[in-house]
Nanobody, 120 residues
Framework: QVQLQESGPGLVKPSQTLSLTCTVS??????????WSWIRQPPEKGLEWIGY???????SYNPSLKSRTSISRDTSTNQFSLQLSSVTPEDTAVYYC????????????WGQGTQVTVSS
């Protein structure tokens, strides 16, 4: 059974970089099955896809966030990470990592989510 667990700071100051890590257990992130995504949900708003990294290491990003987003992976620790730069209070959200065999839009595996607040 594949499981995901997000980790990272819960509070980030404006203009700084938000950094989160997702630890994958039960399968290798290089197995040609899943695309590994980051998704967020701001307060009282819907889910927003941020981007994914594929099992070959290729990436795809939401155009509205692309200029500030970087998703990378560490195959030695079976983790993938999100960096979102120049954050503002509008980046406050619950951040999820997720796995999809479709790429994006439909996710078979979810982490529990982690609250990130952007505030000085």
């Amino acid at each position: 059974q594949v499981q995901l667990q997000e980790s990272g700071p819960g509070l980030v100051k404006p203009s700084q970089t938000l950094s989160l890590t997702c630890t994958v257990s039960g399968d290798s992130i290089t197995t040609p099955t899943y695309f590994w995504s980051w998704i967020r949900q701001p307060p009282e708003k819907g889910l927003e896809w941020i981007g994914y990294i594929g099992y070959l290491g290729s990436t795809s990003y939401n155009p509205s966030l692309k200029s500030r987003t970087s998703i990378s992976r560490d195959t030695s620790t079976n983790q993938f990470s999100l960096q979102l730069s120049s954050v503002t209070p509008e980046d406050t959200a619950v951040y999820y990592c997720a796995g999809s065999t479709y790429g994006q839009g439909k996710y078979e595996i979810w982490g529990q989510g982690t609250q990130v607040t952007v505030s000085s």
